[in-house]
């Protein structure tokens, strides 16, 4: 019986294929990076859209008053008071995204603590301080609330043009320093220490609730770079 012949290729043959495939994946790769941080670019908008929205939740149950982006530590038996009496405040610092028994906002952010930007270049660090300073990867702004001893500014949502920016993406520099918030009533300087683009960009969400894309193609440098409008701070 005859057996059925091989099919052979030639080397020539196999090269022409290898570069078939090579050229095939040079196109495809750039396409696949892309899609790559699209899809991290829409999970962090997605993310500070989520807490934005718990900042209204906050506001909408405390009488309309926004959280701390600053706060001292209150005493025992009164860390249920959004507004204690310096009589009942000693000790460190909170902030917006620290867990603390001071901060009323903890327990709205906690389920939000673990959703970092995956596009920011200090993702792990924010992740290895969860409830910490370095906790987060997104900043608001200075209008927030602030109490602390012989410093009082109980902000309420309401009384906040809501053209004004909120949150913002945090700095992407190793040394986050104060980048906690954001300036928007003075040292302008301080904004390309406090806020990053990690994606070709930022988002930033304003007091009415949207949230809107900022294109840069570098750490904003101040109120009025890039996209940004004086009028937003």
């Not at 090269?15 to 999970?43: D, H, M």
């Not at 389920?111 to 992740?127: I, K, M, Q, W, Y």
Request: with cysteine; net charge negative.
């Amino acid at each position: 019986m005859k057996q059925p012949s091989r099919v052979h290729f030639t080397l020539i043959e196999l090269l022409v294929v290898v570069a078939i495939i090579a050229v095939l994946a040079s196109l495809l790769l750039p396409a696949l990076g892309a899609a790559r941080a699209r899809a991290k670019a829409t999970s962090c908008s997605n993310i500070e859209r989520q807490i934005g929205t718990s900042v209204f939740i906050f506001a909408d149950e405390h009488d309309g008053y926004l959280p701390m982006w600053v706060g001292t530590s209150k005493t025992a038996g009164h860390e249920n008071e959004l507004l204690p009496d310096d009589a009942y405040m000693s000790g460190s610092f909170f902030r917006l995204h620290t867990n603390s028994a001071s901060n009323l906002f903890w327990p709205y952010f906690e389920p939000l603590s673990r959703a970092v930007c995956p596009a920011n270049a200090n993702h792990d660090t924010f992740l290895k301080n969860i409830g910490g300073d370095s906790g987060s990867s997104y900043c608001p702004s200075e209008r927030f609330s602030r109490w602390q001893v012989n410093t009082h500014r109980a902000a309420k949502l309401d009384s906040i043009d809501s053209r004004k920016l909120m949150l913002l993406e945090r700095t992407e520099l190793p040394n986050l320093g104060n980048s906690y918030f954001f300036r928007c009533t003075s040292n302008e300087s301080d904004i390309p220490k406090q806020v990053g683009a990690p994606h070709n960009g930022l988002n930033g969400t304003f007091y009415d609730g949207h949230l809107e894309f900022f294109r840069f193609d570098h750490p904003p440098l101040g109120w009025s770079d890039g996209g940004f409008e004086l009028s937003y701070f």
